[in-house]
């Protein structure tokens, strides 16, 4: 297998692989670790900035208001709107996000926060996610601003990243053969050094940008298979209730009602957020209570409970597809955000070397295209990097 791999031809067309799929995607790539370094550092900058809203000191163990509590508050903040989401504040557990729009089916684009402060029900401020920075460097990373078109060509310009990591690894082994690992030819020309570095650097990144970019193209895939997830709930609920399903209005129903009957049903847990009935996280007629645990993989990996609001019941569901669980693992692995600040430093110095791996592919190809004096007769510049060939 070895040898078929190694064959001038097999080399030859990996080489071509490697050479175009890093040039279409190179480009692109260097955008999103431009833009996704300062992302990284998302709630410091944050903090930093003074965005970030806070809860007033109080006194310790101050006991929490009923979720009907916190939405009354908010619809007082924004009486024309209805609620969509609860978000509990990961850094800080005395706070709620509620996140409003116009109807639970909108795209949410143009949804409104209201931060609440779950002690007292105080209206602390209204964030705001649509303007500034750090919305332009999110909005270039995510979709370009171009929506659910902008996220699937990013993926795809991940699934090229892929491919020319996995191909530049096929290629990086004839060419170690001539040279220690690692080593960098300081006394040759400066194309050698180049060279040398894009190998070098290139392979000690190898991994971290084999998992970025591979949770970079599940994570452009997470509106369809939010989508797709919430169909399967809804068959499975009628499959298991075949009349019609139980409605009430969400106005006359106990929210913290629902949410005591998801926790009953999974003790140990805690909620991480409310999903109103209708929106993309729910079905058409019942609350999702979505629920983590308490350790730093169980934390990402959100269990939904469905609660029937007419009757105060917990429906059974299918367990959680191994493609949500996918999905729910890229996020925060994306961005280095489960480790704490040692590890978005890490994920930073990662994102920098990346940088400079894609940048001197670039110069390698420019200076060989430009030496060769026409397109036509340029040497294959990407296989004679991996291959080593001066």
Known sequence: MSAFLSSPLALRRWGWLHKWSSLVCTLFMLLLCLTGLPLVFYHEIDHALGKHIEAPRMAADLPHLPADEIVRAARGHHAHLVPLYLFREEDDPDLWVVKMDTRPDTDETKARFSVIDARNGSVLGEPR?????????????????????????????????????????????????????????RRRSGRLWWLDMHNM???????????????????????????VWQAEQIAALKVAAPAPLASARVGQVSIQSMVNAALRSEPGMAVATIAFPGTLLSSPSHFAVFLHGDTPLTSRLLKAVLVDPASGQVMETPPRPWYVSALLLSQPLHFGDYGGLPLKVLWALLDLITVVVLWSGLVLWWRKHRAAGSPKHAPDAVADVAGGRA
């Open 129 to 185: 996610f649509d303007e500034g920075f750090m919305h332009l460097m999110y909005r270039l990373h995510v979709d370009l601003f171009a929506g659910l078109a902008g996220r699937l060509f990013l993926g795809f310009m991940g699934l090229l990243l892929v491919l020319s990591l996995l191909s530049g690894v096929v290629l990086y082994a004839p060419f170690m053969r001539r040279l220690d690992f690692g080593e960098v030819r």
């Open 201 to 227: 650097l290139g392979i000690v990144t190898l991994t971290w940008a084999l998992v970025i970019g591979a949770t970079g193209v599940i994570n452009t895939w997470a509106d369809v298979i939010l989508k």
